[in-house]
C-alpha cells in the first residue's frame, strides 16, 4: 500500500504485504533527511537517513529513496510485520542552521498493519 | 553506546504551579540538545537547543526556559503553567558540530495541566 505524507496520514495493509511511507518535503536545499518511526507513547526511534549525494539508502527490511527533482522522500517496508504498527515521519535539515543540526519534521503517516 | 533518559514519564499539575522537567545523555561528550512539543497529529516544534553548558537558543516566544547546568544535563522549566502547555515534551540530542547527524529522542514526558 501507499500513503501520500499529509493528504493520507494512514495507512493500512496487511501483515506480509510492502509498505510505501511518502514525504514531500519544502527546501530544495535540504541535502539530509531521516525518516522515524513513533510508537505509542515513546519518543521517535531513528530509522534510515539519506545525504541528498544518494538517491537510494537500504536497511534492514527499509528502503528510502529520495528524489531530489520532485523533493520527495519515501520509506519502503518490506514484508510489514504487525511490530511495524506505528507513526513514521520523515525530517529534512537547515542547510543554514550551523552547529545545531537543525531539523523540520513532518506531521507524520500511521500505519497500521492487519493480521 | 549513547542513552537519553526522561523523567518523569508522565505529569499532572495544577495550572499556576511550577514545572522541571529533567534530560540527561550517557555515552557521549559534548552533545547538542534540544527539546521539543509534540501536539497530537502535528509535527515535532523545536522549543529550545543547546550546543554547550549555559547556551540556550530559544526558537518560540513561550512560557518556558531551559537550562543547562551539565554537560549533558538539559533541564526544561515553568515559573507558572498555563493550560496551553499541556502537551508531549520530547528531548533530543545529536552529536556537536557541523556535518549533518541524526537527533536522537527520549521518551517523553506527558505533561497535563489541570
Known amino acids: 500500500g501507499e500513503s501520500v505524507g499529509l493528504h493520507l496520514p494512514t495507512l493500512s495493509v496487511q501483515e506480509g504485504d510492502n509498505s510505501i511511507i511518502n514525504c514531500a518535503y519544502s527546501n530544495s536545499a535540504s541535502d539530509y533527511f531521516i525518516w522515524y518511526k513513533q510508537e505509542s507513547g515513546k519518543g521517535p526511534q531513528f530509522i534510515i537517513d539519506i545525504r541528498s549525494n544518494m538517491d537510494k539508502r537500504q536497511g534492514q527490511r527499509v528502503t528510502v529513496l529520495l528524489n531530489k527533482t520532485v523533493k520527495h522522500l519515501s520509506l519502503q517496508i518490506a514484508a510489514t510485520q504487525p511490530g511495524d504498527s506505528a507513526v513514521y515521519f520523515c525530517?529534512?535539515?537547515?542547510?543554514?542552521?550551523?552547529?545545531?543540526?537543525?531539523?523540520?519534521f513532518g506531521a507524520g503517516t500511521r500505519l497500521t498493519v492487519k493480521p | 553506546s549513547q542513552t537519553i533518559h526522561q523523567w518523569p514519564a508522565t505529569l499532572v499539575q495544577p495550572v499556576g504551579s511550577p514545572l522541571s522537567l529533567e534530560c540527561t545523555v550517557e555515552g557521549t561528550s559534548n552533545p547538542n540538545l534540544y527539546w521539543y512539543r509534540q501536539a497530537a497529529g502535528r509535527g515535532l516544534q523545536l522549543l529550545f537547543y543547546s550546543v554547550g553548558i549555559g547556551q540556550i537558543s530559544s526558537e518560540v516566544p513561550q512560557n518556558l526556559s531551559a537550562s543547562r547546568p551539565q554537560d549533558r544535563q538539559f533541564i526544561l522549566s515553568s515559573k507558572k503553567l498555563l493550560l496551553s502547555d499541556s502537551g508531549f515534551y520530547l528531548c533530543a540530542w545529536s552529536s556537536f558540530g557541523t556535518g549533518n547527524q541524526p537527533q536522537h529522542f527520549g521518551d517523553g514526558t506527558r505533561l497535563s495541566i489541570l
Open positions: 525530517a529534512e535539515n537547515n542547510p543554514f542552521g550551523g552547529n545545531n543540526n537543525d531539523m523540520r
